[in-house]
């Protein structure tokens, strides 16, 4: 079957780092994706990534190992704002993405 | 900006009647997608669109029909409502059905009772 695994929340400090963890398995793979989702709204688009290795822009940086089946989205200097839900969603052999139940991040000042 | 636009924000709904969720988008994307989103899941895809005058099933169809007569509108039935429906839901909309970048709709918040 088709799954992605994150942690379901993690708490940070305010400019601190944070690293969430993202693991999927899919039938076929054509990219991963990260989403943000403040609470009550729509998740909006952080980051793809295709290939291994790491995309970098601006405060936030993901990474994607294919081999592994792994991706992490990093978050630096934390602001009170970026408290939110991250997705990590799959993209199958049929190009319809697969998505985690997200991770809740607190950021505590 | 518009982007994409859903009615209602809200709605209760009693068992057993019908509804139609509505969504229209202005950026002239060929894709559009219906997901709903209940607490511990991930986003599941219902049905999706690949261009106007097509349209295909997602992960859970069942007790849910979708149009697409023009590249703009995508609405969501609910033929007879059940409880298990209740749900937020999405409609979200990419370039075109691939690896692109998928845009959200702020989502109709259903109750089902």
């Known amino acids: 079957g088709q799954n992605i695994d994150q942690p379901t929340e993690m708490t940070a400090t305010e400019g601190a780092i944070v690293q969430i963890n993202c693991t999927y398995q899919?039938?076929?793979?054509?990219?991963l994706f990260w989403y943000q989702q403040h609470a009550g709204e729509a998740p909006t688009f952080l980051s793809y990534?295709?290939l291994d290795g790491l995309e970098e822009k601006g405060r936030f940086s993901s990474f994607l190992s294919r081999s592994k089946g792994y991706s992490y989205l990093l978050l630096k200097e934390l602001q009170m704002k970026d408290s939110a839900s991250y997705l990590c969603?799959?993209?199958?052999?049929?190009?319809?993405?697969?998505w985690g139940a997200g991770t809740k991040l607190i950021i505590k000042p | 900006t518009a982007g994409i636009t859903q009615a209602p924000t809200s709605q209760i709904l009693a068992a057993g009647r019908s509804m139609t969720l509505r969504c229209t988008q202005d950026m002239r994307h060929n894709a559009m997608y219906w997901y709903r989103q209940d607490l511990g899941l991930g986003l599941r895809l219902i049905h999706y669109s690949n261009t106007a005058g097509t349209t295909g099933k997602g992960e859970v169809p069942d007790g849910y029909s979708v149009s697409r007569a023009n590249t703009d509108d995508f609405p969501l039935t609910l033929a007879s409502a059940v409880p298990s429906q209740t749900s937020v839901y999405f409609c979200?909309?990419?370039?075109?059905?691939?690896?692109?970048?998928?845009?959200f709709g702020a989502g109709t918040r259903l109750s089902v009772l």
């Open positions: 979200a909309s990419s370039e075109r059905l691939g690896a692109d970048i998928q845009y």
């Open positions: 990534n295709v």
């Open positions: 899919t039938s076929g793979f054509n990219g």
């Open positions: 969603a799959a993209m199958d052999s049929n190009y319809q993405l697969i």
